[in-house]
């Protein structure tokens, strides 16, 4: 990802279209991506912990956020909480990974810089 915006901030400016401000670094993840930084801060860090009450909390609260249009995503966030509850820690994983394989990519493209409605689990 990294090496794809410092490509085409090269291009940009080989093309000589860049400004000053293209040629700065790209904003970090909690000003510009919300749901990526929550993602970072705290739901990585509560699988790594295994700190399932968070697990749960977090999962919780994307079932209740689902955006719109992302008819699976809410099932998959209910049935992580089920295993966050249930303190089974590969099964949580799985369900991290069944969303972000069904709904990251469109996520990036279309609503990356979305406003996120909750920080719940952080700390
Ligand atoms: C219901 C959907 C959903 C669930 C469940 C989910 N995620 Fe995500 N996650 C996303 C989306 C969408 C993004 C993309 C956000 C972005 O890049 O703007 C994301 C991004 C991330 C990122 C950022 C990756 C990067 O680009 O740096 C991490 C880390 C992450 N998730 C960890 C987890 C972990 C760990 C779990 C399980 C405990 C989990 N996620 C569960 C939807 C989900």
Known sequence: MRAAVVYLITLLTAFGLASAAAAAPPPRADEAQPLRAWMRDVVDKAASDKDF???KAVFASLAEHA??????WAAIAR???EKA???EARAVRKQCLACHMRYQRDYRE???G???PTT???R
Do not use: F, I
């Open 85 to 87: 509850e249930a303190g």
């Open 79 to 81: 049935k992580g909480a």
């Open 120 to 122: 719940a689990g952080a």
């Open 114 to 116: 979305a406003a996120w």
């Open 53 to 55: 009450d968070t697990l």
């Open 67 to 72: 955006p719109k249009g992302y008819d699976d």
């Open 110 to 112: 279309t609503m990356r």
